[in-house]
């Protein structure tokens, strides 16, 4: 499943780093789609599993936002986005088209459906004590997601297995994690809902190697080569 290796990327030039490091929180739907994306590309990384309680001062110094994920480049750059490290990732050598199908117009309206209304809906159904004062309820709140984003997704489904079309891409790795979250929510109501083709859709994910890989789970603390086992 490996598109490139890691020789394609920067070389190392940032002292005792020679290997990009990965600032990572297991469950962080975002660092979920970085991580899969190196492992996707054959990218041998480090990753520090992070605390978001105890955030290490090494993260703070790279990026004050000291959101996950962030990675560190061995040539001394970082990068703070999640879809940018997919970028960096995954289209050095594309050689089976994971970062060009996520190009399509209609491919980069899902992940931007994704990251803005669908991610800002599930949060409010998934937290609602945190936003307890706005004036919708979490219900709506979940209705408003179904609309924004999975019965367009249930729609591309239907006519092919992945995002991507015959074989997977990047945005599959971009929307699944959000779509994991917000089933695991309730489990049992989502389970009702007619949405039979991106049920069968995350199901393959969830068992996909690639998913399984990713989560791994690191030691609490220190950098870790990932998977320690490999891939």
Known sequence: MHASTLAQHPSSSTPGLELPRLYTFRRCPYAMRARMALLQAGCGFEAVEVSLRNKPASLLALSPKATVPVLQLPDGSVIEESWDIMRWALATLDAQGWWARAQTPENLDLVQRNDGDFKHHLDRWKYPQRYASEALTPDANRDRALDVLLRTLEARLQGTPFL?????????????????????????????????????????????????ACMYKLPAEGSNRFPPSGF
């Open 164 to 212: 991507g079309g015959s074989t997977p891409c990047a945005t599959d790795l971009a929307v699944m994690p959000f779509v994991r979250q917000f089933a695991n929510v309730d489990p049992a109501w989502f389970a009702t809902v007619h949405l039979p083709s991106l049920r069968t859709w995350l199901n393959g994910w969830l068992v996909n190697p690639l998913f399984t």
